[in-house]
């Protein structure tokens, strides 16, 4: 491992990030607490969803799938597995429904994934809903742990950590230099002898065994477990509009999305709950016709027309 | 016997909101994913019309159509001639699209929620016994698949054997070619979006007649037509028709003889057997 003293300090002011953030529920327990474990689940949501999509531009609309598979793996097995185990499970889980999918659409155009992630999280509700008729009595699951929010927050900051480590590894790796090229022309991509389906296939089966992890982690959270509320095709929208509100050309652009409109949901859906699809109706909106590279991409923007500006007066003065 | 004539009964409206996105998707090129919500508003106002005025769906269609056709004419003249002008390439239109569509989607729902609540809504309109092979259907059923045959007889005289239909046939085919022929490609594009917009809601009319509808209920239906649309090929009304046979059989196969929560499960198991065997569709043709 060789690093650059650039890589060091990001790596150090993140580290830094981290552990401050790692103190909050120190301050305070109830309110600001709650909605922290928010905004921290759908930091980890974003960014693990940015890891697949921001590079290949596919659309994911499968977290809700992949989330309540993860929430479902803890319901199940609590009382008989170990946490930890069930986490793992969960991941198992997910990745290997990632890898299914990817397997049936990632070959073909976009539109067809787009298409199949639309509709997965309601067919995995009907099969969970209808396998749980047929072999069990019961609707719903009970989750008792001894877990407290502040344990989910910390449990849910430590995933996007590892999640920020795993992009940064993987772009180092050969799979991220492959997915650079695909990402800039999947022809040429094809022409060097890279196999363009099995490497986005396998990004989002990393992509979705985190955001099963994330589920595993909120499902002490919730302490009654049913279909229709583990998967909630809600969450995959909110998290497409999150991470391409902050940009999706960086890693921690997702970030910049997540906190302002963890926070605009959740005054709405507590003042005016009957409005909250027309908010995310028009916050879809906003995003394609206003600020479709995200605000991390407008503040780029700037700043690169900022710098033209700098060298053009320099040389201006040179002259 | 009953399975098969159920799910031909049913699968006559899918073919109606197929069919309307297919030109959508076709000729426009926009993967209009708020195609469910203009179904539900055709739900809504039919529903209205025979409540409040006591005008029947049948006769309702007559102002639906024109409706949904005005309002979706100005959906794709404002909201997505912008970004049809904007995209480099088909790639990116159809990301934008999508997104807006999404907006959309959730725009039209969350009015009609406001407007209508979440409850179910249904009324009762033809709903009498009607012997079909020696088994009794719903009268509302048998009429509503009548009209939508009607519609669809309609739509495919017009796009075969009339100039304006060709038109818009040429566009699908090759939007830079038709250019080329003096057919006014945005023109044609606009005016397919618009059709689609008035089918799907016919759709939806004949549709609320004989089933219980709600507010949020449009993405489902979103999914069977897109996953119809694929099965028959992009563009194909011919195929279109046809797939939508298949899927309303199977739909109600699954749903009569193994469980009726299920038939997500038998819709997706037809896209993933089409991803698999033929992803150009039906009648499509391998394009290398």
């Known amino acids: 491992m060789n690093l650059t003293s650039h890589e060091i300090r990001i790596g150090l002011a993140g580290a830094a990030v981290a552990a401050l953030a790692a103190t909050l529920p120190l301050f305070d327990q109830g309110y600001y607490l709650s909605i922290s474990v928010n905004i921290m689940l759908y930091a980890a949501l974003c960014t693990a969803w940015t890891l697949f999509s921001g590079p290949t531009h596919y659309i994911s609309l499968a977290t809700a799938a992949f989330f309540g598979l993860g929430t479902y793996s803890v319901g199940l097995w609590i009382n008989h597995l170990p946490y930890p185990v069930l986490v793992g499970i969960a991941a198992l889980v997910s990745a290997s429904l990632a890898g299914l999918v990817g397997a049936a659409t990632l070959r073909l155009s976009g539109v067809y994934f787009v298409i199949f992630t639309l509709g997965l999280a309601e067919l995995v509700r009907q099969l969970v809903t209808w396998a749980q008729a047929k072999f069990t009595t019961r609707m719903g699951l009970y989750v008792f742990t001894d877990m407290t929010e502040e344990h989910i927050y910390w449990m849910l900051l430590a995933l996007t950590v590892a999640v920020f480590i795993t992009g940064w590894a993987i772009n180092r790796s050969r799979l991220g230099f492959a997915m650079q090229v695909i990402g800039n022309d999947e022809t040429v991509a094809k022409h060097v002898g890279i196999d363009t389906a099995r490497a986005k296939i396998v990004l989002f089966m990393v992509s979705g065994a985190f955001i099963g992890i994330a589920g595993a982690i909120s499902a002490p959270r919730y302490a009654y477990i049913e279909p229709p509320s583990a998967f909630n095709p809600m969450i995959s929208f909110l998290v497409v509009i999150m991470a391409l509100l902050g940009g999706t050309k960086r890693l921690w652009g997702p970030l910049v999305g997540v906190v302002p409109f963890t926070i605009v949901m959740d005054i709405v859906s507590a003042r005016f709950p009957n409005h909250t699809s027309i908010v995310i109706g028009l916050a879809f909106l906003a995003i394609v016709y206003f600020i479709p590279n995200g605000v991390t991409g407008l503040i780029e923007q700037a700043r690169a027309k900022w710098q033209a500006r700098q060298t053009a007066v320099g040389e201006e003065k040179a002259a | ?288």
């Open chain 2, 1 to 288: 016997m009953e399975i098969l004539v159920t799910g031909i009964l049913l699968s006559g409206t899918y073919a109606l909101i197929a069919l309307g996105l297919t030109l959508q998707y076709g000729v426009a090129r926009i993967m209009n994913l708020a195609n469910g919500e203009t179904l539900v508003a055709g739900c809504f106002v039919a529903f209205w019309l025979y409540a409040s005025f006591a005008i029947s769906p049948i006769y309702g269609l007559l102002i639906i159509a024109p409706a949904a056709f005005a309002l979706n004419w100005a959906i794709y003249r404002f909201a997505l001639r912008p970004l049809v002008n904007r995209a480099k390439n088909r790639g990116m239109l159809e990301v934008d699209s999508i997104l807006a569509t999404f907006g959309l989607l959730f725009l039209l729902q969350g009015l009609m929620l406001l407007s209508f609540g979440g409850e179910y809504f249904s009324y009762t309109f033809l709903a009498e016994r009607f012997v079909l092979f020696g088994s009794a259907y719903g009268l509302n059923r048998v009429v509503a698949f009548a009209a939508a045959v009607v519609i669809a007889l309609a739509l495919y005289l017009f796009l075969y054997h009339t100039r304006h239909g060709t038109a818009v046939r040429a566009v699908a085919a090759d939007p830079t070619s038709a250019n080329l022929v003096a057919i006014d490609v945005a023109r044609t594009a606009a005016f397919a979006f618009a059709l689609g917009g008035a089918l799907t809601a016919c759709g939806g009319a004949l549709l609320s007649t004989f089933y219980t509808f709600n507010a949020s209920m449009g993405v489902v239906f979103t999914m069977k037509a897109l996953i119809i649309v694929i099965m028959g090929g992009v563009g194909d009304i011919r195929g279109a028709v046809l797939a939508a046979l298949i899927l309303g059989v199977a739909e109600t196969a699954v749903a009569s003889l193994i469980d009726p929560g299920l038939t997500l499960a038998a819709t997706y198991t037809l896209f993933i057997l089409v991803l698999l065997f033929r992803p150009q569709g039906i009648f499509g043709r391998q394009t290398t």
